[in-house]
């Protein structure tokens, strides 16, 4: 059974970068099938892509967050991380890493860790 | 930009049917798969529908889905409603670009 865990700062200030980790257990992140994606739904709110990572390390990201994201991958550890810049308050969410299958299937999902961008 | 567009809720009573819609702002919904998601209050979603039609195990055959080429939008049903089902319900698909996209989601009421 493949499980993801977010971890990383519950708080960041404004102007700084977030960053998480996602560790994928049960499943290989180097087996090729998959893409592996970050997720965040602000308080009350709706679901955002934000962007997804191959194996490879090739990227796609959400064009309104582009300019902001970076996504890799450490193969060795099975990790891959999200590092998003220059943050404010409207940053502030609920941050969930899947598993994104064949056709773009979210099909496992972390627990969601929240993030508050506050001073 | 590609968007989904979501009714913000509906509601519907026990044992009935409840139909949301999900429709595509531009080009062809069909031209690539639609997934549904359910999301119940602090947990993370799960799929219930994928590949527009196709249920993953464990979800029952109650639920359904489907596309409307004419109206450019996909639909989850929900039949024999049950408590349970209340839950937040989220559409998602793709472009040509590969970049997802959610629905704003859908939060039912079954009173």
């Known amino acids: 059974q493949v499980q993801l865990q977010e971890s990383g700062p519950g708080l960041v200030k404004p102007s700084q970068t977030l960053s998480l980790t996602c560790t994928v257990s049960g499943g290989s992140i180097s087996s090729g099938d998959y893409y592996w994606s970050w997720i965040r739904q602000p308080p009350g709110k709706g679901l955002e892509w934000i962007g997804y990572i191959y194996y490879s390390g090739s990227t796609y990201y959400n064009p309104s967050l582009k300019s902001r994201v970076t996504i890799s991958v450490d193969t060795s550890k099975n990790q891959f991380s999200l590092k998003l810049s220059s943050v404010t308050a409207a940053d502030t969410a609920v941050y969930y890493c899947?598993?994104?299958?064949?056709?773009?299937?979210?099909?496992?999902w972390g627990q969601g860790t929240l993030v508050t961008v506050s001073s | 930009n590609f968007m989904l567009t979501q009714p913000h809720s509906v509601s519907e009573s026990p044992g009935k049917t409840v139909t949301i819609s999900c429709t595509g702002s531009s080009g062809s919904i069909a031209s690539n798969y639609v997934q549904w998601y359910q999301q119940r209050p602090g947990s993370a979603p799960t799929t219930v529908i994928y590949e527009d039609n196709q249920r993953p195990s464990g979800v029952p055959d109650r639920f359904s889905g489907s596309i409307d080429s004419s109206s450019n939008s996909a639909s989850l049903t929900i039949s024999g409603l049950k408590t349970e089902d209340e839950a937040d319900y989220y559409c998602?698909?793709?472009?040509?670009?590969?970049?997802?996209?959610f629905g704003g989601g859908t939060k039912l009421t079954v009173l």
């Open positions: 998602q698909s793709y472009d040509s670009s590969n970049y997802v996209v």
């Open positions: 899947a598993r994104v299958g064949d056709p773009k299937v979210f099909d496992y």
